[in-house]
């Protein structure tokens, strides 16, 4: 059984960080590509950050490049966000996600077979 485990979401004011993990069991963690996503009240689940199998290819959605940094543990079958300058706009629940498929387009959601149970991040100012 696949499982996903985040944990590390808190509040924090803004300007603050926030670091960000998620344990993967129940398969060969490098063997697969790995993303968060969030979704904030009334808003549509969102593509954050992902990461390739290797850890060497990282993409990030425009708003938070330079602020956020996405890592992988293949060791550990863990994956970090670490969250910085955070902003109001980032409140959301974040989610890991994690692709056995092959794929496209690593920003859409239905690329994702297995999901965390998410970890909320809230940003006050």
Known sequence: QV????S???????GGSLGLSCVVSGLTFKRYPIAWFRQAPGKEREFVSYVNMDGNRKFYTDSVKGRFTISRDNDKSSVYLQMSSLKPEDTAVYYCALAVDSFTDHTRRNVYS???????????S
Do not use: C, I, R
């Open 114 to 124: 297995y999901w965390g149970q998410g970890t909320q991040v809230t940003v006050f």
């Open 3 to 6: 499982q996903l485990a985040e």
């Open 8 to 14: 590390g979401g808190g509040s924090v004011q803004a």
